[in-house]
């Protein structure tokens, strides 16, 4: 098991740029993918970007050339560069941790991730047009 902490969040117009951090503490965190989820007022929580172990990054559509996930692993935290970033991607932010192995991607679908992952609580991200 892992404790995340995400921050970086805030307001930015659009066209600007934020970095989110998630620091984890406790269990290996080389063994773990790591994925940035976020979730929008009356919407669903949905996944956006992913990180393994092997440093294999996983992007959906709607951010592939705008956001970049990366790893450090001496410092437990992973990072995720939002560029260019749009009214619609006003959402709290989410990092989870899920043991390698059972989750590899973002692809996988959020009820595994909810089931096998541990989550952080979250940091708001607001884009004004």
């Known amino acids: 098991e892992v404790q995340l902490v995400e921050s970086g969040g805030g307001l930015v117009q659009a066209g600007g740029s934020l970095r989110l951090s998630c620091a984890a503490s406790g269990d290996t965190f080389d063994d773990y993918t790591i994925g940035w989820f976020r979730q929008a007022p009356g919407k669903a929580r949905e996944g956006i970007s992913s990180?393994?172990?092997?440093?294999?990054?996983s992007y959906i559509d709607s951010v592939k050339g705008r956001f970049s996930i990366s790893s450090d692993n001496a410092k437990k935290t992973v990072y995720l560069l939002m560029n260019n970033l749009k009214p619609e991607d006003t959402a709290v932010y989410y990092c989870?941790?899920?043991?390698?192995?059972?989750?590899?991607?973002?692809?996988?679908?959020?009820?595994?991730?909810?089931?096998?992952?541990?989550w952080g609580q979250g940091t708001q991200v607001t884009v004004s047009s």
């Open positions: 989870v941790a899920a043991k390698r192995g059972r989750i590899d991607s973002i692809a996988t679908p959020l009820p595994f991730w909810v089931l096998a992952g541990d």
């Open positions: 990180i393994n172990s092997d440093g294999h990054t």
